[in-house]
């Protein structure tokens, strides 16, 4: 493992700031949360065990919800949900995104100008307004809110693989791998992929955040993932109508998100650095 | 400059074309049959056949489509079957409110991100700017509604200072205002942070000082002067974001702008309203965005396009 780490300078700048090993360690306590929530939730997340709205105790730590379910237990299974709705939709978003950003970048001319003017379509809905739109159409329910917000996420993907792809043609190696009878396919996995990994991954980084912000706030509407599923976003609407008796019941999940949110910003920023020594200061935006 | 001007209006006609494309496909693909939804609960066949024809629903989906670009391009959203009214005039109402809303949120970015970046640029690498640059990090990843609520039990319930809920003064204005723009807030803070950075090490900053102005003059009159481009360009195009964003914020505050219009319509399957509001911030959106291209272009003159 060491010699791994100090043979990749990406993973040693990582693994060297404090901030990004907090970033990382938070972020994949999350995803071991989402992996064995169920397994780890002391009660069942939809059955009604006891009175309603009691106040965190020894039994219940964040105590229980408008109907006497175990809001701790709900909360573990909802990082499941979160992370689900993230990374699906981030897929989504990286693939329909990887392709046509590629096609464009790489054929130009009118498969260049064509995919561009789609992509000026879908970045004239502004934020969470795409997927609105998309929920409008598919109905709400857990499958759908990962294809609206991914959708939300082609564009961007769009944009940013194509401008890699232009940058990364004008090299020479990629000309000489054409002379040498390199067909597209070959051209495009071998030699121009690899070049915009880095990129990738810390655009996706803040993609993961986005998408999930999205699916808090489209559950918290009552367009996401609907019941009995919970999420986090649907657990603060609720415990918002008991907002003064009972505040526990929406700032637990409340601070659940901020908190993944956060550590995935933070991450995304430290890959950006550790990736790009020039850009060292630069803090630009998470979209 | 002029040729520019053009060029940005020519590219404008797919885009809006593709805008009405969806908003239309979106709405009228919807499972149930608009004309049945359109004629009421208790319509008899024979008022829904008569709605069909009416509305041009038996036509054929282009037809239906040109038709229903024709009509938006001349100001014509159609009529909300459940609220009763034009939806231009719904949207209208909702427009002002929500304009209030971006405003104290525009204000309230520009008051607390902009010097907040400074700050963080000034003091680069102290315990300041460490501060700082977290307070914009929570800034934009703090999920806004969360926000909302936690100033309404801080403001409202508790301390009683503001309403949480209602409209009519500017007080009504102030939660749903901030909430709206603590993202933006973050993003303008991280993004004065870096563009001040880049300022600060240009050769005539150093000029400038070693010329023995002092230091505040040469951070406001040379630096932020020159990172000014950036800020005000993200200020600009961050006006999308906040009309998206109210989608959340009016719901926290039950404040009757166009983001709670469509939400509300999505809930009713009111397809004519949540058309027209998509359509509407999907069209402001864009041309503000016009807008910011072209006065950086005049601003810049660096920029030729």
């Known amino acids: 493992m060491r010699a791994v780490i100090r043979s990749n300078p990406l993973l040693r700048e990582v693994v060297g700031s404090r901030i990004a090993q907090l970033s990382l360690f938070v972020t994949l306590l999350y995803v071991v949360v989402a992996a064995f929530g169920p397994q780890l939730a002391p009660y069942s997340e939809i059955e009604m065990l006891t009175l309603p709205r009691q106040a965190p105790s020894a039994e219940h730590w964040f105590g229980t919800d408008e109907i006497g379910r175990d809001i701790y237990s709900r909360m573990l299974v909802s990082a499941r949900v979160a992370m689900t709705v993230g990374f699906v939709a981030v897929a989504i978003g990286l693939v329909f995104g990887f392709v046509m950003g590629v096609a464009a970048g790489y054929f130009g001319g009118w498969v260049d100008a064509t995919l561009m003017r789609v992509v000026d379509v879908l970045l004239a809905f502004p934020g969470i307004l795409l997927a609105l739109a998309v929920i409008t159409f598919l109905g709400p329910g857990l499958t759908n809110t990962m294809i609206a917000i991914g959708i939300g996420g082609i564009p961007g993907y769009a944009r940013l693989v194509r401008g890699e792809v232009l940058s990364v043609l004008e090299r020479d190696y990629i000309s000489a791998a054409r002379a040498l009878g390199a067909n597209h396919l070959r051209v495009i996995i071998k030699h121009v992929t690899p070049m915009l990994l880095s990129s990738l991954l810390v655009f996706s980084t803040a993609q993961l955040a986005r998408a999930i912000l999205a699916e808090a706030g489209l559950s918290y509407l009552g367009l996401g993932v609907q019941p009995p599923f919970p999420s986090w976003g649907g657990m603060i609407s609720s415990g918002q109508r008991f907002f003064l008796s009972a505040p526990y019941m929406a700032i637990y999940p409340g601070m659940a998100i901020m908190v993944l949110v956060l550590a995935l910003n933070m991450l995304g920023d430290s890959l950006r650095d550790a990736l790009n020594p020039q850009l060292r200061k630069a803090t630009t935006s998470s979209e | 400059m002029l040729v520019f001007i053009g060029k940005r209006m020519l590219q404008l006609i797919p885009v809006l074309f593709g805008v009405l494309l969806i908003t239309f496909a979106v709405t009228r693909f919807t499972p149930g049959d608009p004309a049945e939804l359109a004629a009421g609960e208790d319509a008899t066949q024979a008022m829904i056949e008569a709605t069909r024809t009416r509305l041009g629903l038996d036509r054929s989906l282009p037809v239906q489509f040109g ?239």
């Open chain 2, 67 to 305: 038709l229903y670009a024709l009509r938006a391009v001349q100001g014509d959203l159609g009529t909300s079957y459940i609220l009763g009214y034009k939806v231009t005039t719904l949207i209208g109402q909702a427009l002002v409110y929500t304009g209030q809303l971006a405003l104290v949120a525009m204000i309230v970015t520009i008051v607390l991100g902009v010097p907040l970046g400074i700050v963080s640029a000034v003091r680069r690498d102290t315990a300041i700017d460490g501060i700082a640059r977290l307070v914009a990090l929570i800034g934009v990843s703090i999920p806004n509604f969360f926000f909302g609520l936690l100033m309404i039990l801080l403001f409202s319930l508790y301390l009683g200072w503001l309403p949480s809920f209602g409209t009519g003064t500017w007080r009504h204005l102030i939660l749903p205002g901030i909430t709206l723009g603590t993202f933006s807030t973050g993003l303008i803070a991280r993004l004065t942070r870096s563009s001040m950075l880049d300022t600060l090490e240009q050769d005539y900053i150093r000029t400038a000082r070693a010329k023995g102005l002092a230091g505040w003059v040469v951070v406001y009159k040379h630096g932020l002067r020159n990172a000014g481009i950036a800020i005000v360009t993200v200020l600009g195009l961050n006006l999308g974001n906040l009309l998206a964003g109210s989608v959340l914020t009016e719901s926290v505050f039950s404040f009757p702008g166009i983001g709670r219009l469509l939400v509300n319509s999505i809930f009713n399957r009111d397809y004519a309203t949540v058309q027209g509001a998509i359509l509407v911030i999907a069209i402001i959106y864009v041309l503000v965005n016009l807008l910011v291209d072209m006065l950086y272009a005049v601003v810049d003159p660096r920029i030729r396009y």
